[in-house]
């Protein structure tokens, strides 16, 4: 069974930071491009970076600068590095994984909340 464990996330003030880490195991596959969603109360669920195997990244709207994704390979394991947080950063974190090799296999995290708040 695919266990998809995230954690790091709570509250935290304007200007803070948080580390978000994400381990994916029971898979019989291999592990594909790694990100991060969120999805902010009454928004649709939004891209906020992503990474792939060989660690080439991508950064949604708005992050880039503040926001670091990376890798364990051998851990199957995403982190999110997340500075300078805003109000406005203020969601439940999502993370996914794509199966190697598998067409249509993903996996989902259960969310991790993010609250940022003075």
């Known amino acids: 069974q695919v266990q998809v464990v995230e954690s790091g996330g709570g509250l935290v003030q304007p200007g803070g930071s948080l580390r978000l880490s994400c381990a994916v195991s029971?898979?019989?596959?291999?592990?594909?491009?790694m990100a991060w969603y969120r999805q902010a109360p009454g928004e649709q669920r939004e891209l906020v970076a992503v990474i792939s195997r060989s660690g080439n990244t991508k950064y949604g709207d708005g992050v880039e600068g503040r926001f670091t994704i990376s890798r364990e390979n051998a851990k199957n394991t995403v982190y999110l590095q997340m500075s300078s947080l805003k109000v406005e950063d203020t969601a439940v974190y999502y993370c996914?994984?794509?199966?190697?090799?598998?067409?249509?296999?993903?996996?989902w995290g259960q969310g991790t909340q993010v609250t940022v708040s003075s």
């Open positions: 996914h994984a794509v199966a190697e090799r598998a067409l249509g296999v993903d996996y």
């Open positions: 029971g898979s019989q596959f291999g592990i594909s491009d």
